[in-house]
């Protein structure tokens, strides 16, 4: 995507979750994506819920966005294919802005993205659904992805399985999760990634 960089001031807080087809847990995001997924490759969803948000003069809070994403190596190498998926309840400015942000046009927290994405598959506007269920997060994207994640159990039930201080471009501190049911159906893909590797991530995210 040759897009040209955006200059618009944005900034999203909130939750991300990620699911994979790796085993529990995921080495690419400790590792910086100089660790091969265990299957050799990625077959991976993300969910975000955004709490506050802003693209310039137009608000974000409140909104769902999620992606699809497909590597056929080391997350490092790149050539990544990229779909995106925006809230349907997104007015314009809102949606523009999120595509731009998503597909790293809009540069800063995830313009790495657009550096490692080689094919764009494209956007959507759908139904997204985001819910906490005690700590289970439900997923869904229209009649695409149906997913569910945990965090995994610790040795304290009461507390969750955290990674603190990396240096994952995502967020310093990583929820270890797994996936209880998820499925996903678009772009040609028919993924299982029922009972592997999840994370969940708070996020706060800003550019240019």
């Known amino acids: 995507m040759e897009v040209a960089v955006e200059k618009v001031?944005?900034?999203?807080?909130?939750e991300l979750i990620a699911n994979c087809n790796c085993t529990?847990?995921?080495?690419?995001?400790?590792?910086?994506?100089?660790?091969?997924?265990?299957?050799?490759?990625?077959q991976t969803w993300f969910g975000v819920r955004i709490d506050e948000g802003q693209w310039g003069e137009a608000t974000l809070s409140g909104l769902n966005v999620g992606l699809l994403v497909d590597i056929p190596h080391?997350?490092?190498?790149?050539?990544?294919?990229?779909?995106?998926?925006?809230?349907e309840r997104a007015e314009s400015a809102a949606a523009e802005g999120l595509e731009r942000i998503f597909s790293g046009n809009a540069g800063g927290s995830t313009g790495l993205i657009r550096l490692l994405t080689g094919n764009y598959l494209g956007t959507q506007r759908?139904?997204?659904?985001y819910v906490?269920?005690?700590?289970?997060?439900?997923?869904n994207?229209?009649?695409k992805v149906r997913a569910e994640v945990s965090p995994v159990p610790?040795?304290?039930?009461?507390?969750?399985?955290?990674?603190?201080?990396?240096?994952?471009?995502?967020?310093?501190?990583?929820?270890?999760?797994?996936?209880?049911?998820?499925?996903?159906?678009?772009?040609?893909?028919?993924?299982d990634l029922s009972g592997k590797s999840a994370e969940i991530c708070a996020i706060d995210w800003h550019g240019p």
């Open 141 to 143: 994207i229209g009649d």
């Open 132 to 139: 906490l269920d005690g700590k289970t997060r439900r997923f």
């Open 24 to 42: 529990v847990f995921c080495p690419c995001a400790l590792s910086l994506g100089h660790h091969a997924p265990t299957e050799g490759y990625c």
């Open 126 to 129: 759908v139904p997204i659904e």
């Open 9 to 14: 001031p944005w900034r999203i807080q909130g």
């Open 74 to 87: 080391l997350m490092r190498e790149g050539n990544w294919d990229l779909g995106i998926y925006l809230d």
């Open 154 to 191: 610790g040795a304290n039930p009461q507390e969750d399985v955290v990674v603190n201080n990396t240096a994952y471009w995502v967020s310093d501190q990583i929820t270890i999760a797994q996936a209880g049911k998820s499925k996903l159906r678009d772009w040609g893909r028919v993924w």
